[in-house]
């Protein structure tokens, strides 16, 4: 499997460095309009460079492509791959624009390529565990509260960009709208109150937003997100519960290592389990790989990173006018 990564500067370098070492596919080529970036990465990676995605594409032979660039080209990118026949792995938010997501989908599935979306805390074995427990004797969750604050701010113009990153609710609050759709299903409401309090020059743009969500099932949550917390808190946990019992997943944020869960005919019992040191990013591509090989729907789906994109569309909306938002 010959593969190439397309946007290199930031979480690019996560994907380069995980097909370098896949047994399974072979990095070829890297591209970034940047030359300087372009040229490092190829001499680091020993791979060719380029800075158009169009001659790359012309000129090489390939079977899949990450697409690690701002999200308002992730459109531009996915046609141009699936044109060729190309499988993508598309970094999240999948797009700026529901519409953009649809198209996507769309071209993926006209050229009966994989498309996958760098939804990786789908991958997180705490995460994966309790959406397990959901499935048996724990069952459906009808309560959720989850804390997600980004550790840090972002410098980058894009994404605070309304017509590209979509600021902090698109950019970071997209993973807990998509692990919370993962766990508990479609979402059919949201309400939210946002500010801008942590990086004023940025106005209008909200930094941060609480949110209650009333999903299809029934159940409801509610999530803090934003860009409010520093790196030495750095942190995110979930706590969720029904009639048949309390769970709590809780670690450094984007990276949960742990599972506590207590079942209420059995009150006084606590199970822990711990799952340290997960590379996500490894086990999406490895995942990817086996969603091209054996043809199966990826676990972070088009349709999974589009609902997640209607979601924080929904939230960032409902805070500007101060109404809930029926998706
Ligand atoms: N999954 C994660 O944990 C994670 C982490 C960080 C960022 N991201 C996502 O990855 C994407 C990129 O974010 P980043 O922080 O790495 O950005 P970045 O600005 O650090 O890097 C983006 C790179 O893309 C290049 N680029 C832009 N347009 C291009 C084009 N048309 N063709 C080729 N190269 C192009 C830029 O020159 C730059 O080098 C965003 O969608 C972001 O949300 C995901």
Redesign the pocket.
């Known amino acids: 499997m010959r593969v190439a990564v ?7 370098r ?1 994907h380069v460095d995980r097909w370098a070492k896949s047994p399974n596919a072979e990095l070829v080529s890297v ?4 030359r300087q ?1 372009s040229d490092e990465f190829a001499s680091e990676y020993e791979v060719k460079g380029y ?1 158009s ?1 169009e001659e790359m594409l012309d000129t090489e032979d390939l079977t899949a492509i990450s697409i ?4 308002k ?2 459109l ?2 996915t046609r141009m791959a699936a044109a060729g026949g190309i499988h993508v792995l598309c ?3 999948m797009a700026s624009t529901v519409s953009d997501c649809q198209e996507m989908i769309d071209v993926c599935g006209s050229a009966g390529v994989v498309l996958q979306i ?1 939804h ?1 805390k789908r991958f997180i074995p705490p995460l994966l565990r309790l959406k397990e427990l959901t499935k048996g004797k724990f069952g459906p969750i009808q309560y959720m509260v989850h804390r997600y604050p980004h550790p840090g701010m972002s410098n ?1 113009d ?2 605070w960009a309304e017509d590209d ?1 979509g600021g902090p609710i698109l ?1 970071n609050a997209v ?1 807990a709208a998509d692990i919370l759709g993962f766990l508990m299903g479609d979402v059919e409401r949201v309400y939210a109150e946002g500010g801008t309090f942590f990086a004023p020059h940025r106005k209008p743009q909200i930094d941060c937003a609480m949110f209650t969500l009333r999903f299809k099932s029934g159940a409801i949550g509610v999530v803090n997100a934003g860009m409010v917390s520093m790196g030495g808190f750095s942190f995110e946990d979930f706590y969720v519960a029904n009639e048949n019992g309390v769970a709590e997943v809780i670690g450094r944020f ?1 990276s949960a290592e742990t599972l506590r869960y207590s079942f209420r005919d059995d009150s006084e019992t606590l199970q822990e389990e711990n799952y340290p040191n997960f590379d996500s990013f490894r086990a999406e591509i490895e995942h990817f790989i086996e969603c091209i090989q054996t043809g199966s729907e990826p676990r972070a789906s088009g349709e999974a990173g589009m609902k997640a994109v209607a979601i924080c569309r929904a939230v960032k909306r409902s805070a500007e006018i101060g109404e809930p938002v029926v998706l």
Do not use: Q, R, Y
């Open positions: 397309i946007g290199l500067a930031g979480v690019g996560a591209c970034d309009i940047n970036i800075t995605t690690c660039t701002p999200p080209v992730h531009a990118l970094e999240k938010p760098g990786k980058k894009w994404f990153g950019e993973h984007d």
